[in-house]
């Protein structure tokens, strides 16, 4: 007999003030553009920056998709002064990668101590981070706003409430009059915890930014895709957007895309089988291969990205001024 099944009462969540928390990551040590920093290199890293120029010079886009940890490495400079200078036209993240970004831009200060904090259960209960955000993606969805677009909105709204919209990707992107996409997954993300969690509005306005990056990725044929450091959500969003970009009649097959990311797969061209395990690693089969199997060309950079991106940075804008 079909019995309904019981739900958590998520009003009764106690949520504590952000003001309390210390931050592993603050605007006060993220890089600076000019720190000196450790050169990466290799083939891989040559092939992407004449991919990168080329997609410059023709007007092909260049689409990024990056995870929280790029965010967390204090590189949103890098992001920022990348999309500045033409070098990427777009961004993406996930769900983590725009709380990141919103904390700093209206605290300073970003990425709590999770090993102590889920022991008492106060791990991402946050009063300002959730009650803020979810009032902006209810709010945006609301007037027809996907995500990204909901959380510049309402930071350009209450401006006052962000000192630090300078360092913010979400909000120097839309102020360039290009884009930040957020994809997220149900119960992922610290601020679903909070009471005020409009769930319509987190799926939909995903759904909305979802539309805007498959549309960006419409643009890349002579350009490029970069997925650095997401394994699982980057990988799968992109996957499925350029499947509909071919369904439509946008074959986009004359494309470099990137993985950035510290998981060593040796010769990642080679055939893996269900046997190995880098089989189930998504973005060596879903950014590198696949993607490029009827042309293109598919890249592996292999390190951290506190040497990769300001690398890759001062090879496409620093070096060619």
Same mark, same amino acid.
């Given at each position: 007999m079909f019995k309904k099944p019981e739900r958590m009462d998520f009003s009764k969540t106690k949520c504590f003030s952000? !003001? +309390? &928390?210390?931050?592993l990551v603050r605007i006060d040590n993220m890089a600076r553009l000019d720190a000196p920093y450790t050169e990466f290199k290799g083939k891989e890293m040559d092939l992407l920056v004449e991919a990168l120029l080329r997609a410059k010079e023709s007007g092909a886009a260049v689409t990024c998709f990056f995870g929280a940890h790029v965010i967390k490495c204090g590189l949103s400079r890098y992001v920022i002064a990348m999309l500045e200078n033409g070098i990427i036209d777009s961004v993406a =993240?996930?769900?983590?990668g725009s709380i990141h970004d919103f904390e700093l831009a209206y605290l300073g200060g970003t990425s709590e +101590?999770? *090993?102590t904090a889920i022991e008492d259960g106060s791990f991402g209960m946050w009063e300002e981070t959730g009650a803020y955000m979810n009032e902006a993606i209810s709010s945006g969805f609301g007037k027809g706003m996907g995500y990204g677009e909901s959380l510049?909105?309402?930071a350009k709204k209450n401006k006052s409430k962000f000192p630090h919209l300078d360092d913010c990707v979400f909000f120097r992107a839309f102020e360039m009059g290009k884009s930040a996409t957020?994809?997220?997954t149900m119960g992922t993300d610290i601020i679903h915890q909070h009471p005020k969690a409009d769930f319509a509005a987190l799926g939909g306005s995903s759904g909305i930014d979802y539309a805007v990056f498959t549309k960006n990725l419409s643009k890349i044929d002579g350009g490029a895709h970069l997925n650095v450091g997401s394994s699982v959500t980057g990988p799968e969003v992109f996957l499925k957007a350029l499947s509909i970009n071919r369904n439509q009649g946008n074959t986009l097959f004359k494309i470099t895309t990137a993985n950035f990311d510290i998981v060593p797969l040796g010769d990642y061209k080679s055939k893996v089988t269900y046997d190995d395990f880098e089989y189930y690693y998504r973005p060596r089969k879903n950014v590198i291969n &696949? *993607? %490029? =199997? $009827?042309?293109?060309?598919g890249l592996y950079l #292999?390190? !951290?990205? #506190? $040497? %990769?991106? *300001?690398?890759?940075?001062?090879r496409t804008v620093v070096l060619k001024k």
């Open positions: 952000v !003001k +309390d &928390r210390h931050n =993240s996930n769900g983590a +101590d999770v *090993p510049y909105a309402y957020y994809h997220i &696949r *993607p %490029t =199997s $009827q042309g293109g060309l #292999e390190g !951290k990205h #506190e $040497q %990769t991106i *300001p690398t890759l940075y001062n």
